[in-house]
């Protein structure tokens, strides 16, 4: 692939790397956390980092939206959430920005992000993420919707009918599937009967793109094109990101049941962070010492969140009732 | 009636830009009902659209129109063909407020005709009210009158969060009422005492109001007093104005045309049954449509499925005399 | 097309349109009878019968499986349901076969005719034809099940659900599109973003064909391949049968409200009678004499039937209660 | 809990080769509760399927299998995800056999984790049995004990008409009990008095009948005496067990997990407002999990939402002082 005039720059392909490193040593850490039971749920984003980041790139923070699935800590720490908003989430502390820890972490919605991701539902993302971009284009605007979702979700009927419409008046909506492979246990050839979910775009009447979700650079390419298409009115496009997922779906998984360990190896070999990390060596974008630098860095950051958390309190009682509806205590003003 | 809901939907869309409508055969055929008759051409293709059959998205397409700052009115053609819906409106519209502690707003009105008596056999007779009133975050509304008809719909339109706006499609034509010329809106939250009584007290809503009210006239001649209350909102429900009816009269009937068990008579006769013991005279009795999966088609099986004025007025009867 | 080896016999095709006229002759009688304020409601099959009938024909009826859809008179009456036991379920009287006059007309089923229609909900019908292809499979049984349904219906999340699973499991489905380019009055541009339902179904891993639905031969031998696919264990096909609706939606619908009567004079152009009575009358199979025989043959039985259907009478009271559970009086027995 | 559930599904495959069971992970994960651990191995991958991520086809399959005579056990993973298959399961299914009068059946089972106190949040905690009970044509089974789980799954298989049947998640590890080797069925219908009593009838189902037994074997303590009614099974309801209970003690709680407004209490308490009136000696109480839209994932969120001993005990109080 060329990566000449459309591609990241040097400095943009650093800055995504130093996010890669970030995420992955958050991920890794509440991983950790989960095993010493701080953490009641961990869903990693391991092996899917450089296609979060590589897409979020691609877009306009600020004015896109992003709606967001639950193995997607690279994208939120790309948009802009703090380690530590992160970390109150998976403590279910008090302060927790999304849901006020009322639900996993990283469910809820950060409006100044432009992010939502309602629920712990697969597929329900899609049309709410199409209807999002009919309202942006009824007023005008020129906002792009991006919605993030598994090979799994594929499957959900939801997802046939947002793309039909997506295609039909067409919208400005990525449908981004980062494609790991597995729904749980479930394995592509159980899941479809075809090799590629882009396979599907045709029919709806918009390109299908399969990328390669481990190499960043080529992630950023793709989804700008997509994103240039939406912009300018000719309608969605599907990209699919073919990424690994090295750890069980979630800390509550058991993946020696489904994968064995051969697998899992030949997974870890695409690892985006090592793929990014030698390609930047190789350029001399990165050297070996500012490489430990940003490590230490996220180690660093990552430490002071975890603190900020563990020593931040659940939340009260008094709020419980609050947010049924608009007319109680506390209910969000009409938008 | 059916005018009542098209100038409400006619008269939000003109007041108010962030307001559209989308649904199957909204657009030129103006609805199967006709409660978008003319709004393409009034307001055009992109504020009326004629969506793919396809009910989940037609209600996840609503909810993201709604949290990103639009007031969707969403038309389910029967109420039959709702369930694919209950995973936008039940599982994220009605948690969008709770689960995003207060960050986001959902304010889409999903319209659905119901009911039966119409020949619409097993899957166009449905009552669905029930399911979706055991859903805290939606609201609820059954009107039975053009004139509440109206002034909730533009009441749900406004109101910032999800509203289920239930019109019994044998209202449509049958109900006539007056409807001011000026504005105005009926609050969603408020049950009314259509009828003021002595001796029992009928607890209904949608098109039983009709059969209950004549049921009453009719027994007024025979000096039983009857107390009609119109629910109106079905959720949240209004339980102050019906404690305060049974409290008067000691005699509750509660009334709906959907099946009997797991029905919301049961949620109104159980608040009777804790919040106004005390002042009971006999039991809190309901009458409703039999538990068999839906109303059948031919003609004498509808018609043994719904309620009419007879069945009502034999039950107060029994329970005046209890 | 080459209709040599596979296509049909000559006497097939005579016998597919005495079918087709006796079809229509019982359509137009109950849509005259709706306008009488006798039937209910009638969703006509005109301009479908071809598709309908030369389907069938291609099937084994008695051991293959019809999951039908509301318009599918034709496909009921070539699996031999009598003119009278559809006449009963238009007036809705006792006797009537499907639901006891229980549901409008066509629907519910009929075993010994291996149908099942059990609902009006677009696109129900679709899983549960997989389920079925699923359980006679399981059986070891060479059963085809072949599920009608409309353009509409396949924008229906559970239609992709449906033909997503029965490619990954390669069923004996025959998936079959009466394309009439309306869902009542949504157009197919507004329904769905490319010309062919048919482009779905390489994203399910089958083979799409695009057929005249006007053209009972055509149709006969699309899916006679598609039988013999799916026997043979190669999976499920996806057949689009391109046909015309002349006549409003339903009975209860208004088309003047949304088409020209232009072009519904050029849907008029492609009725599938005069298609193939002008094929059997130019190779000599059928003669002008012959074919008013037909017609008032066909005219003789819908008489009969409209005569047995009005004087019967309405299904009483006495089982409103039967068949609500297994365990009550009359419930069905254990399969 | 879970191996009653499994010992039955693992002896009806093994009775009737009719039986299969589809799911999303059932086959190698052995489902995410390992209510099926080890089947694909015992039964192969032809009778155990891993479905596609697609609940609405999972129920449809399964309703299209059992109208094809065979008799498939269907999974779906956390009941909060059960949403789209009510329109093959309320819509369909539950019509099936009305709608074609009585020409088919549709034997299936649909078994789904529900509830919460696991730390599920929004989306792992979810309640949805009244839906279900509202249902005329479905039977809803949602047993407490390892015993009657494994009894009633066991009838639910064999049973001619579709089955939901809810499995409290919290009760598969928390809840054992004896269950005898030889094979037995409990019969769907039938409600248990689990502990008889005499000043207060307690009704409920689930994970509450542990908390509502330990509750009542504290207030034993202090003379006041509860009688346990565990429904099991939810519809059709075993009506006359709950009122003879009423009459006896003329008082009633009613007790569930689920929200309260338009939950099965309802349901409960009216059956009782109605047929047990001139027995009661004081309102009739429902205890249930508050109005909001679905149970919190932070610890002291959950708990104020879920219903424990205390809060029982405290209700049972008041009702025996009334
Ligand atoms: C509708 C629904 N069904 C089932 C689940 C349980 N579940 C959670 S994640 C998951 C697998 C999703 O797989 P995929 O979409 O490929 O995403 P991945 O986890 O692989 O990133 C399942 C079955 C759910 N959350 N929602
Ligand atoms: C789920 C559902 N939504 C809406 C309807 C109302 N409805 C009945 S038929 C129909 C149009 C179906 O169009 P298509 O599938 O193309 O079949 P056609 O009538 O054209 O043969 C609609 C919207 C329904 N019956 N079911
Ligand atoms: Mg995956
Ligand atoms: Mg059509």
Chains 1, 3 share one sequence.
């Not at chain 1, 040593?25 to 590589?54: F, P, Y």
């Not at chain 1, 790309?78 to 992160?86: A, R, W, Y």
């Not at chain 1, 993030?148 to 400005?172: I, K, Q, T």
């Not at chain 2, 639009?70 to 948690?95: C, H, S, V």
Request: charged share 25%.
């Amino acid at each position: 692939m060329d990566h000449g005039q459309t591609g990241p720059s040097g400095e943009q392909l650093l800055e995504m790397y130093r996010q890669m490193v970030l995420c992955r040593t958050l991920d890794e850490r509440v991983w950790m956390l989960n095993r010493q039971g701080k953490a009641a749920i961990v869903a990693s984003a391991q092996g899917h980092e450089a296609c979060q980041i590589g897409s979020v790139h691609a877009l306009r923070p600020g004015s896109d939206l992003f709606y967001t699935n639950y193995r997607d800590l690279a994208v939120l720490l790309s948009l802009g959430m703090t380690p530590g908003e992160v970390m109150l989430g998976f403590l279910a502390r008090e302060g927790e920005q999304m849901s006020g820890a009322r639900q996993f972490p990283l469910h809820g919605a950060y409006p100044k992000l432009g992010v939502v991701n309602l629920s712990n539902v697969v597929g329900t993302q899609l049309p709410q993420a199409v209807g999002a971009a009919l309202a942006s284009r009824m007023r005008g605007e020129d906002t792009v919707v991006i919605v993030y979702f598994g090979d799994g979700a594929s499957s959900v009927g939801e997802c046939h009918e947002a793309m039909n419409f997506a295609g039909v008046h067409r919208l400005p909506v990525i449908f981004f599937c980062e494609n790991n492979g597995y729904a749980i246990s479930v394995p592509r050839h159980l899941q479809m009967a075809v090799e590629h979910v882009a396979a599907r775009a045709e029919g709806y009447g918009m390109p299908g793109v399969v990328v390669d979700g481990c190499d960043a650079a080529a992630v950023y390419e793709a989804t700008s094109e997509a994103a240039s298409r939406a912009r300018s009115g000719r309608g969605p496009t599907l990209i699919e990101a073919m990424v690994e997922r090295y750890l069980p779906h979630t800390s509550d998984d058991d993946d020696r049941r489904y994968r064995n360990a051969g697998e899992i190896e030949a997974a870890r070999k695409r690892d985006p962070l090592r793929i990014l990390r030698e390609r930047l060596l190789g350029t001399g974008v990165l050297s070996e010492d500012a490489d430990e630098t940003l490590y230490a860095e996220a180690r660093r950051v990552v430490d002071e969140a975890t603190e900020l958390a563990e020593s931040a309190s659940y939340p009260g009682l008094d709020g419980f009732y609050d947010h049924v509806y608009a007319d109680q205590t506390g209910g969000a003003p009409s938008p | 009636m059916i005018e009542a809901v098209r100038d409400a939907i006619r008269e939000e869309l003109a007041r108010d830009e962030r307001v559209f409508v989308l649904g199957e055969d909204v657009g030129r055929r103006g609805g199967v009902f006709l409660a978008t008759d003319g709004f393409i051409e009034e307001f055009g293709e992109n504020r009326i659209i004629d969506t793919p059959l396809a009910e989940a998205s037609i209600a996840g397409i609503a909810l993201g129109a709604a949290l990103n700052g639009m007031r969707p009115i969403a038309e389910i053609q029967f109420a039959d063909f709702i369930w694919p819906t209950f995973n936008q409106l039940l599982g994220e519209a009605a948690k969008a407020r709770y689960g995003s502690n207060g960050k986001v707003s959902a304010p889409l009105v999903a319209r659905t005709p119901y009911g039966g008596g119409v020949r619409g056999g097993l899957y166009h007779s449905q009552n669905v009210e029930a399911f979706f009133a055991h859903s805290p975050g939606l609201k609820v509304v059954a009107p039975a009158t053009p004139y509440d008809a109206k002034g909730l719909l533009k009441s749900a339109v406004r109101d910032d969060d999800p509203v289920v706006f239930l019109e019994h499609k044998r209202t449509y034509r049958l109900v006539r009422g007056q409807v001011p010329d000026e504005e105005y809106t009926v609050p969603i939250g408020e049950a009314e005492v259509k009828i003021e009584g002595s001796h029992v007290s009928v607890i209904t809503y949608g098109l039983m109001v009709h059969h209950c009210a004549e049921a009453a006239r009719n027994l007024a001649q025979d000096d039983i007093s009857v107390e009609l209350v119109d629910l109106r909102t079905l959720a949240p429900m209004d339980r102050a104005t019906v404690i305060d009816s049974v409290k008067k009269t000691g005699k509750a009937l509660v009334v709906h045309e959907d099946t009997r068990t797991g029905g919301l008579g049961g949620e109104v006769a159980a608040v009777i049954a804790e919040e106004a013991f005390d002042h009971l005279d006999g039991p809190v009795v309901r009458l409703a449509g039999p538990d068999v999966p839906a109303m059948p088609f031919s003609p004498p099986l509808e018609a043994e499925f719904m309620l009419n004025t007879e069945k009502i007025s034999a039950a107060i009867r029994r329970l005046a005399s209890y």
